[in-house]
């Protein structure tokens, strides 16, 4: 499950390299995507179809519009199910809106303010990850940002873990220790 959470984590974080002018800039997330399909069919034993899935999305790639399309649609999403469930409130972040309540897990479109549709298949695909992982005990608690750089990450354990890397550490550190001299 841990790798599952890492994964959605990675495409959240995933600095896009928007000075390229070709799809290749925008790639990363999306590969990061076919990754956690691959990975959350193993660790959470669902099918999500992920070859076909994978196979369908493929050819898209090669335009450079449907490439963007589909980065900003994966990473909106993704941050959109982690930043809110973080809070444990109604958060308007990215693309969507997510609601945690006793009735359940709600999805809604900003731009509509209609409940996600599960015709299509990249957020279909995240919304059944995500919701076997909060079946799973994902606590919810333990989604922490970087106290240096912003970016999300899961303490897999009660240590309160306040940095995604040990660069982020080290750096919070050289900067606390240059404060004192």
Do not use: W
């Amino acid at each position: 499950m841990l790798r599952v959470i890492q994964k959605m984590l990675d495409m959240c974080n995933v600095e896009i390299d928007h000075s390229r002018e070709d799809a290749a800039g925008y790639v990363q997330p999306i590969f990061m995507f076919f990754d956690l399909l691959r990975i959350a069919e193993k660790e959470l034993g669902i099918s999500l179809n992920a070859e076909a899935t994978i196979a369908a999305l493929l050819p898209d790639l090669a335009s450079y519009d449907e490439t963007f399309g589909m980065m900003t649609e994966i990473t909106d999403h993704a941050f959109g199910l982690l930043g809110n469930v973080k809070e444990r409130e109604i958060k308007k972040q990215g693309e969507v809106c997510v609601s945690l309540s006793a009735g359940g897990l709600k999805i809604d479109d900003l731009h509509t303010g209609e409940e996600v549709s599960d015709e299509d298949t990249v957020t279909k695909k995240l919304n059944i990850i995500f919701i076997n992982l909060l079946l799973r005990g994902l606590d919810r608690e333990r989604i922490k940002e970087c106290a240096c750089c912003g970016n999300y990450l899961y303490q897999d354990n009660r240590a309160s873990r306040k940095y995604c890397t040990i660069n982020c550490s080290n750096k919070a550190r050289n900067l606390a220790q240059n404060q004192k001299d």
